[in-house]
Every structure is written in C-alpha cells, then in structure tokens.
C-alpha cells in the first residue's frame, strides 16, 4: 500500500493544507494526534473513519468551529490558498470561501428553505438582483427545495433539509465546502441525488470539497482522493480508485475480507505512521 | 355591561406594557438563551436615567426645562446609555460565560440586576420622581360621551406607542438580513456560526434592542406610576406574561400580556370583593402557576419541530 501513496494530492498545487494539528477538547481530552492532509484545488476528497475518529473534529479545526464547543487547536497549522487560517472566526473563514457543511443538517427549522438559503449570503454584501440570481442558481441545482421554498425547513424531510443546508452554503459563494457526513440517516437513492449534485458543483462551479463519510464505497465512487482515520490520526491515504479496491479497507469497511468470517480477535488496527510533511 | 367592558378595555390597555416588559426578556431569551433577571432592572435604569437627564440637562445647556429640546437630548442620552449598558452587559458579564450552563447564566444576570439597580440609584439618588411625558392622564371623551366608559387617554396613547413598537421590530425581523440573521440565531446558534453570521454582533443587537425597549418601557410605566425602585417589581409582572405566552414568542408576548392585564382587572373588580380585594398582585402568579400545569410552554411556546 505504500506505492500507492505516492499517487499523493500533494502533487497539485496545496490549496488547502492542515499540518499536523492537534485539538484538545476540555483541556483534557485529546481528539486530534497530529492530522495532516492536503486538498488541491478543484478536488473532492474524503475523509473516511469509523465513528469518533475525528473526521468531524478535523473538519471543525479547519472550520473554526472548534470554540464553541470547547475545543482548541494546540498544536499544528492550517493553510488555505498559502495563508493561515487557523486564527480567523468563522465569519472572517466564510468571506474568505470555505464554509462547512454541518453533520447532521442543521437547518433552521423555524425558518422557510428560502429564508434559509438567504442566511447564507449573510457575508457577502451584494444588491438584490444578485441575490436572486444566487438564489436561482441554487433552485437550478436542487429544484426540490424551490417546490418547498415556503416551507418551514423543519417539516421538510431529510434529504431536502440536507439539500437545503447545501444550498445555504452555496449562498455564501464557496471555493471549498467543508461537507460532514452528507449520506446520515438518508435512504440510499437520496444519497446518490445528493452526491451527484456535488459532484456536478465540482464541475460546473469549480468548488473543491472535503467531505467527511462513514459511507466509504459511495464516497470514494465520488471523490478523488482519500485519507482514512482511525483514532485521531491518519491511518491510510491514496488514490481514491486505489483505496475502494483496498483489501484492508474492504475489510474494515464493508467487512468483505474473502477469507469467511474473522474473529473479533484478529481485526487489524494501524500503528501511527510517521510522515515527514512540512 | 359598560362597566365590564370599561374594566376589560382598562385590563388590556395596561396588558400592552407588560407584554413591552416581556418583549424584552423574549428578545434575550431567544437570541442567546438567557433569562435575563436583569430587564426590570434595566427598565428601571432607563426611566431613572430619562429622568435624571431631564433634570440636569437645563442647567447644562441652558434649555428651558421642560422644553421639547430637553426632552429630545433626555431621550437620545437615555437611549445611547441603554444600549451602551446593553452592550456592556454582553461583552463582560455574559460573553466569558459562553457555553457555561443556563443556571450560571442565570445566576450572572441575577448579580447584574443589584448592580444595575445600585448604580442607577448611586448616580441619580433614591427619591421618587415624577415623569411627565406630556399626555394627558384624562378619560377619552369620544367613549365619555358615546358608551359612557371612562379610558384613560394616556393609557390609549401608550398601547398605541407600544403596538407601534411591536408591528415595527415584527417588520424588522421578519423581512431584514439582520432580522432573519437574529431568527436563524435564535433557532441554531452553531449552525449560524457555520455560515458566517457573526454572532458577537448579533447578540449586541439583541441587547442594544432590548436596551431600547426597556427604555419605552420604562418611559411609560414610570410616567404612569413614577420613577421609583417599584418600578423593578412591575416588571416582574412580565414573569407571568411569558409563562402564558411562552418564552421564545414574540406574538405570545403580546398575548399573553393582554390575558393578564385583562385578567388581573376583572379579578380584582368581580372576585377582589369577595377575598377582602388586592387580589391584582398576586393574580396573574396564580393563573401562570396553574397554566403551567396544563401547558408548561405556553400558547406560542416555540414548539419543538423533530422529525424522527
């Protein structure tokens, strides 16, 4: 497997890079053991683990939305577009172009879809017009949510609300969307919707995203590259195409191993690989 | 029947103001999540404030006192204190308290209440001071002389100012970016954060309106009963309010304000003579108390929308 990760991101231009960062949540408690990774521009790449590896944590740390929760970057650098990032709030991060996409949707529930998708142009002063053309472009990509743009987004279902929390980040004019587990709790067909439209905002409006999945098949049939977590650190990366045929990674992810049904006992764990970025 | 309906009017007419006292614990609650035990207090700042400028300001300046100029600058020196209290209050008391449980909080505000209260006095004294905002304390005569009812005109004038009020931060809220920012706060401060609404400015907003309100407030209560401490435990009334109306709700504001004014005046005029009378005080605690069994979020308590 390592021949494979020379196939590395790394060899397009940086675009977003985070090295080596830690996060402390509480003071006590480490999430975060030195994560590194790289996004180029106009990539998708995904960011797969089990449970509480730290996708969402690593997402936050580049988002900035660590504060509120109480954690804290201790350790490490993040970069976008070759200038740090890492002490800009989160309103300073969306003026200039990454926002995040939040597990588990997050809409404003007692708002309309419409009134949802206007937050999200909070940060960019444009005129009217331009706001209707932002907003037509997001009902271009997702006609769904303009058949219930009147709806309060709470009554919506969860696809739609995902599509919604989409369309709000679009509002803001992203160059790279930070997308946290896009594929919870839907039904299969809506997840591929969903993944199409990313896929086709990669391609039409040059967004790069980040997406963080539990869903590994479906992610890396999406993305470009991928990096896997496992306990806080970066276990594995490669070539998407490259990973999705990964014994280990069928093994651990889909549970195929070819070899029958394995013991509890014998499931592999990585050793922290040492990396020798930056 | 004209006395009912005199009596009812009269209810409704006061239930306007505490729903303007609510409406100031509503903006907070909604906004950041705090009840603040703070807005009588600073309803009482305000007022005492107002007052305290209209005295001094002619030797000041020189303005006749009692001129509209001196009402004016009393106001706009009123108004830029309330909202620089309010500011205040969110940046140093409240602001190092972030994500600290709502108890704390709480705790937080119930010290702000003392402190506000003791500068207020320290700065402008303790003695009872009237307020006179110019409107006639006299019956409408339209009603005088049609159905025989007596309506106190100021109290007319004084729901109208409110009701204006109201229907304007509606408006603000409903159809601006900031206005759908606050809401968007209010419903998910997180995912507000993710998209860029920066929430120290909104949560100053809040507060400087709210700032803003308990100054109206203020203006008119302690035109009505007298700038003095008690003005504090009128807007105590507004406890009661939000539990009919619900805490999170605006419209449950208004409402419920109206239910215990009208409530508290028919009670004290039809039941008071059978329990000896002063039963106003206390009234709209019991009938909060016994909607709370029956519906502890109140009637437009924000009903928690899950889709499972």
Not at chain 2, 182 to 210: F, N
Not at chain 2, 239 to 260: D, K, M, N, Q, R
Request: charged letters at 15%; aromatic letters at 10%.
């Amino acid at each position: 497997m390592n021949t494979a990760t020379n196939i590395s991101a790394a060899s397009a231009a940086p675009y977003l890079s985070i090295n080596n960062v830690e996060v402390i949540y509480d003071h006590v408690i480490l999430v975060l053991k030195g994560v590194s990774l790289t996004v180029p521009k106009g990539g998708i790449v995904a960011l797969l683990g089990a449970n509480g590896a730290g996708k969402s944590t690593t997402l936050k740390s580049i988002s900035n939305l660590l504060g509120a929760e109480r954690g804290d970057v201790t350790k490490g650098s993040i970069e976008f577009k070759g200038q740090r990032v890492d002490q800009l709030t989160p309103n300073e991060l969306v003026k200039r172009g990454v926002i995040q996409v939040m597990e588990g949707r997050h809409c404003f529930a007692h708002l309309t879809i419409e009134e949802n998708l206007l937050t999200g142009a909070y940060t960019r002063s444009i005129s009217r017009a331009e706001l209707k053309d932002s907003l037509e472009k997001v009902y271009h990509y997702f006609p769904r949510l303009k058949e219930r743009r009147s709806s309060q987004a709470g009554y919506t279902s969860g696809g739609e609300q995902q599509m919604c929390a989409i369309g709000r980040a679009l509002m803001a004019k992203p160059e790279m969307i930070l997308l946290d587990e896009p594929s919870m709790g839907l039904a299969p067909q809506i997840v591929e919707e969903i993944f199409e439209i990313v896929k086709d905002l990669n391609a039409k409006e040059q967004v790069s995203f980040l997406l963080a999945e539990q869903n590994t098949m479906v992610a890396l049939r999406y993305s470009d590259f991928g990096y896997i977590m496992e306990n806080g650190r970066i276990v594995m990366e490669g070539d998407a195409k490259y990973l999705a045929n990964n014994e280990d990674v069928k093994e651990f992810y889909l549970g195929l191993s070819g070899e029958g049904r394995k013991s509890f006992r014998d499931v592999k764990h990585y050793r922290r690989r040492k990396r020798w970025l930056s | 029947m004209t006395f009912f309906f005199e009596v009812l009017i009269g209810g409704l007419l006061s239930g306007v103001l505490y729903a303007l006292v609510a409406l100031g614990f509503v903006l907070i609650f909604k906004a950041s999540g705090v009840f603040n035990f703070a807005q009588g207090a600073m309803v009482f700042f305000a007022a005492l404030t107002f007052v305290g400028f209209t005295e001094v300001l002619p030797g000041w300046t020189g303005l006749a006192p009692g001129s509209g100029a001196v009402f004016w600058l009393a106001f706009a020196l009123a108004l830029s204190s309330m909202i620089v209290l309010g500011i205040a209050t969110e940046k140093v008391v409240l602001r190092p308290l972030v994500n600290q449980p709502p108890i704390t909080l709480f705790m937080a505000t119930i010290g702000l209440t003392f402190f506000v209260e003791g500068v207020a006095q320290g700065i402008w004294g303790t003695s009872v001071r009237g307020l006179d905002l110019g409107i006639d304390d006299e019956p409408v005569m339209f009603l005088m002389d049609n159905f025989n009812m007596l309506v106190s005109k100021f109290d007319v004038i004084a729901a109208a100012i409110a009701l204006v009020l109201f229907v304007t931060l509606a408006i603000l809220f409903q159809y601006t970016k900031v206005g759908r920012a606050l809401r968007a706060v209010a419903d998910d401060h997180q995912a507000a954060l993710s998209v860029g609404i920066p929430l120290k400015h909104i949560w100053a907003i809040v507060w400087g309106v709210a700032g803003f309100v308990a100054l109206i407030a203020g203006l008119i209560w302690g035109a009505r009963n007298g700038v003095q401490f008690a003005l504090t435990f009128t807007a105590l009334k507004a406890l009661p309010v939000l539990i009919l109306g619900g805490f999170t709700s605006v419209p449950g504001a208004i409402i419920g304000g109206l239910i215990i004014g009208a409530s508290e005046k028919l009670a004290e005029v039809y039941l008071g003579p059978y329990v000896g009378g002063g039963i106003e005080g206390w009234f709209p605690y019991i009938l909060a108390m016994l909607f709370l069994l029956v519906r502890p979020e109140g009637l437009f308590g924000e009903k928690h929308i899950d889709r499972v």
